[in-house]
């Protein structure tokens, strides 16, 4: 389970009260009356078993704690409560605990012993601080003593100093506390009121928060959802769809005890980063225990056990389960309130649309969320944007800005996203080849030039990640660049996960050398490093859904521990509606879709 629950009843309380009786002195402080009902339990009161009983603190309190002996003249309080009568020293500290006291010194009690009890027995800031007790206190001190003490107040002792010194004494500022803290040579009461004061208002940081154009946006999503069964998320790279997202699951396991949530992508890392971002979440907003399923990669788990949490699940893994048992799919969506389709821009792909109408379509009043940064299929065919739209009920949900600023410019402006720049590199074989991705269509002299440009970039930037045309031609992009002395870690579909793990890690450290990362269809999605701050799109593509996912791998702004610019360096013509801005880009499949 994800967490544990830990009732906190009244059995600590009860035994207290058990052990020490019910208060009858609470004209007592706090600390005098578990030491009084403490001796009170002992067999023997002695002032040794006393201390051993933990009920006397072993240390001399006035003169090791309070006691500052640099304060002269003054008057020792030690000095005072051994000059004190029994019979004053009882009315000062109540008869109660004199007579503990008196029991635990076997009836013989000195004026010295009583004296070195109370200072281990009685903290005298508490009598200062309480008027009447300060009262007490001061009315017993000598007059000279008396008169010096309403000097440091700046008041004329008259003729009568007891009688000024009492009518001053019962109502003292915090400034005239202090100095009669200081005339028995004690330290100053402040520290100990600062040390255990509580503020009036303090701020409470969540462990698992929202900006507040994500909680705006979480919000709309809700809402929408409330009155329709399909809504679209649309958010930039970078701005936090997943973090928004899980807000969204948790509220709906909160408000639906026992159901299950599916998470749908496609990508091994995008679902493990979706499983460890749930663990998070739900540590901080979820109202009982539950559980996050992995049915992806080398997870196997038996679907007619799972009745409330969140599936994560592959679209691989889930595809080849309807094709050996339809039937175990449905009744998985029987079970299912809530489908989650990240890269939703691939819901209506053939080999996944089946997965996602099971889930989601079998059990009437499940609601389908989207989540993606490009609402779009493609970049000339309508026709197929328009599928995506209607399947989401042609309901998107723009990422929601504070004021009336676009997505882009907002999150640029406020530090969420890095400021790019982009440069286009004409390479002069590019166009007569074919745009066939997979195809490597980079001559030997258009890869020297890519070669230059990227040790360039490396000058500038620590990090940089080069998008290849193809797994050869990634490859060789990799050997060339550590011919040159860079680390170059290349990262392909067979690359071991052991493997490419370790590169990530060595690629997000701060520090070191520049390095950079090379890969062709891996790090298109799913791939977080807010450290790198440059990218090289060295493969020719038409799909401003593509581009879009691997401009956005180093878009990550400061308030996302990235950087303040980014600078991509594409083979692909910026002239190109999309492939020259990212807020062209993010709006460019707007007509299709009823904001």
Known sequence: ????????????????????????????????????YSARASDRLTLPSLQESGALIPSRRLDRTLTDTTATPGYSLARLLADLPHSHIRTLIGVELFELVEAAADGALSSEALGE????IVDPKEWLQDSHLRLRLLRALP???????????????????????????????????????????????????????TETSSTIKPSYGLFQHQRISAQAVVNVLGESRSVLLHMPTGSGKTRTAMHIVAAHLNAHEST??????????????????????????????TCVHRLFGDHEIVLDSLTDGLVIGGFQKLTALESRDENALLSLGDRTTLVVVDEAHQAIAPTFNSVVRALSRKRRGT?????????????????????????FGSRKIILQTPDERSPIDFLVDEGYLARPTFRHVNLQQSSKTTWSEGDDPITLLDNQRLLVEALEMLDRH??????????????????????????????????????????????????????????????????DAPIASAAIIARPTKSLVLFSQMVGRVLRGPKANGTETAEILTTIDTRLPGFGSVADAFHNWEDVWDE
Not at 265 to 285: G, I, K, M, N, T
Not at 367 to 391: H, M, N
Request: hydrophobic share 40%; charged share 20%; proline share 5%.
């Open 1 to 36: 389970m994800l967490r544990r629950h830990t009732t906190l009843g009244h059995g600590a309380t009860e035994a207290h009260q058990r052990s020490h009786g019910p208060s009858t002195a609470a004209e007592y402080p706090r600390h005098v009356r578990h030491a009084a």
């Open 117 to 120: 009890a109370l200072e281990q």
């Open 143 to 197: 007059p000279d003593k008396g008169s010096e003490l309403l000097g440091r107040f700046g008041v004329e002792a008259g003729r009568n100093p007891s009688a000024t010194l009492e009518s001053v004494a019962a109502k003292l500022s915090p400034a005239q506390l202090e100095d009669v803290a200081r005339f028995f040579g004690m330290r100053s009461l402040a520290r100990d009121v600062q040390s255990t004061a």
């Open 260 to 289: 299950l949530v599916c998470w749908l992508s496609q990508q091994p890392e995008v679902l493990e980063q979706a499983a460890d971002a749930f663990v998070q979440a739900w540590h901080s907003l979820g109202n009982r225990d």
């Open 367 to 391: 609601k389908l969320l989207g989540l993606t940064a490009t609402p779009g299929r493609s970049w000339l065919d309508v026709e197929e944007d328009l599928r995506l739209s209607e399947f």
């Open 462 to 527: 620590q990090r940089i990640v080069i998008f290849a045309g193809s797994v050869a031609h990634a490859r060789f992009l990799s050997w060339a660049l550590k011919s040159k002395g860079v680390k170059a870690n290349l990262i392909v579909a067979d690359t071991p996960k052991a493997e490419r793990e370790f590169a990530y890690h060595r690629f997000r450290q701060p520090g070191g050398p520049p390095s950079a990362l090379v890969n062709y269809g891996v790090l298109t999605t799913g791939f």
